[in-house]
């Protein structure tokens, strides 16, 4: 069962919130819960902060917001496909990255 937008914004906030109060990282909550590649970023992101300080609550929150993005991530693996259904030439990640 997919998460309905609001949920998944509700879910980025919790995201947000730990970050901030834990990282001192600020993260745009609306774009992470509608942004695939963000989401993506943020939670890569999240699992490295949460690696470094063993903060398994952190490590969960990314789990759970990447099961929560993955029908958005998946559509927009979809739509990104060239139309001969080859993968298409990747675009510049963010610049500098989030790191």
Same mark, same amino acid.
């Given at each position: ?7 998944? &914004?509700?879910?980025?906030?919790? $995201?947000?919130?730990? $970050? ?21 970023? /943020? &939670? @890569? ?12 609550? $952190? ?12 029908? $958005?991530?998946?559509?927009? @693996? ?10 298409? /030439? ?10």
């Amino acid at each position: 069962m997919s998460m309905s937008e609001s949920d998944r &914004i509700a879910l980025a906030a919790r $995201l947000h919130v730990a $970050l901030r109060r834990k990282h001192g990282r600020v993260t745009d909550t609306e774009w992470m819960a509608t942004n695939a590649e963000y989401a993506t970023e /943020i &939670i @890569r992101m999240t699992r490295e902060h949460a690696a470094e300080t063993k903060d398994e609550d $952190l490590y969960l929150l990314a789990t759970r917001l990447e099961q929560a993005m993955e029908p $958005l991530a998946r559509a927009a @693996r979809l739509a990104a496909r060239a139309p001969d259904g080859n993968p298409p /030439i990747p675009l510049p990640r963010f610049a500098g990255g989030l790191g």
